[in-house]
T-cell receptor, first 112, second 109 residues
Framework: SAVISQKPSRDICQRGTSLTIQCQVD?????MFWYRQQPGQSLTLIAT?????????ESGFVIDKFPISRPNLTFSTLTVSNMSPEDSSIYLC?????????FGQGTRLTVV | GIQVEQSPPDLILQEGANSTLRCNFS?????LQWFHQNPWGQLINLFY???GTKQNGRLSATTVATERYSLLYISSSQTTDSGVYFC???????????FGQGTTLQVKP
């Protein structure tokens, strides 16, 4: 298994600003992922965070809006840029260990 | 790509009742997992179950890969079981998870 520490757990941000979310894993994981969960909805994959290379984004998500870093096998960040109220969601990171996914605690973002 | 359908979308139980949640898949099962999302938004791993049956206390799960479905059983439900239950499966060998829409469970005292 893996324990993933995600922070901040929640934040209220002004529109037009940016927020960086961090995830730290207690062991090395090859693959890390970032998901968004809009209010009342299921989880949607934003991107796969690749160590040593650019992230791979899913359809509808772009690097300028959601830049991702993956400097090593235990850490990743997601930035939500130039925020609008539509970005209010829960953002979750996950890591895969032996094909099983483990999630951070989530970041509940409210944009006002 | 693979599609995941969960039923029922909502469920209300009296404490002590049993329930069965279902997950259907449009394609072959890869890395099926069940999660419970608590009121704070955290996803808790319940089962990693690409096939067969597993049990953990009052919870158990069964996946019939050949028929592309999985079931989550909750017995003697408690108010702390309330929340949203998600099933998800991997997309090929990419590690990506495709989530169902979830079942919102409310257990009343």
């Amino acid at each position: 298994s893996a324990v993933i520490s995600q922070k901040p757990s929640r934040d209220i941000c002004q529109r037009g600003t940016s927020l960086t979310i961090q995830c730290q894993v207690d062991s090395q994981v090859t693959m890390m992922f970032w998901y968004r969960q809009q209010p009342g909805q299921s989880l949607t994959l934003i991107a796969t965070a690749n160590q040593g290379s650019e992230a791979t984004y899913e359809s509808g998500f772009v690097i300028d809006k959601f830049p991702i870093s993956r400097p090593n096998l235990t850490f990743s960040t997601l930035t939500v840029s130039n925020m609008s109220p539509e970005d209010s969601s829960i953002y979750l990171c996950s890591g895969e260990v032996n094909t099983e996914a483990f999630f951070g605690q989530g970041t509940r973002l409210t944009v006002v | 790509g693979i599609q995941v359908e969960q039923s029922p979308p909502d469920l209300i139980l009296q404490e002590g009742a049993n329930s069965t949640l279902r997950c259907n898949f449009s394609d072959s099962v890869n890395n099926l997992q069940w999660f419970h999302q608590n009121p704070w938004g955290q996803l808790i791993n319940l089962f990693y179950i690409p096939s067969g049956t597993k049990q953990n206390g009052r919870l158990s799960a069964t996946t019939v890969a050949t028929e592309r479905y999985s079931l989550l059983y909750i017995s003697s439900s408690q108010t702390t079981d309330s929340g949203v239950y998600f099933c998800a499966d991997g997309s090929g060998n990419t590690g990506k998870l495709i989530f169902g829409q979830g079942t919102t469970l409310q257990v009343k005292p």
